[in-house]
């Protein structure tokens, strides 16, 4: 599975991009085009995702485990994921978010 920054998800791409992050993270951390369901609704809303590719966009590395898990034990293709943290999700931190994306990928992944 590919880590994307979430500045880099491809609009255009035939993915579709699932936000497993929590409902207050989501709601003040909006991503366009993006389907909403937190980690923990997975098993009840995965019929509203469409079956194309996945890009999942987490919170953190056990939600993108457990959101991967739940996706393709019900026949998802869960290609590519994005991590992403409140402190550093808005648009005047992008330098910030760059910065902590490298340090996610180089110490947790």
């Known amino acids: 599975m590919s880590f994307f ?3 880099d998800i491809n609009k255009s791409s035939d993915k579709v991009v699932i936000n497993i992050r929590d409902y207050n993270v989501a709601y003040n951390h909006q991503m366009n085009d993006a389907i909403n369901i937190p980690v923990a609704y997975l098993n009840r809303f995965y019929n509203e995702i469409p079956y194309r590719p996945v890009h999942l ?10 959101g991967t898990r739940i996706l393709r034990k019900k026949g ?10 409140p ?6 931190n992008k330098s910030e978010r760059k910065d902590m994306c490298e340090w996610t990928r180089n110490n947790i992944i």
């Open 5 to 7: 920054d979430i500045s």
């Open 57 to 66: 966009i987490c919170s953190n590395t056990l939600d993108k485990n457990v």
């Open 76 to 85: 998802f293709k869960v290609v590519s994921y994005s991590l992403s943290s």
């Open 87 to 92: 402190e550093v999700c808005n648009e005047s």
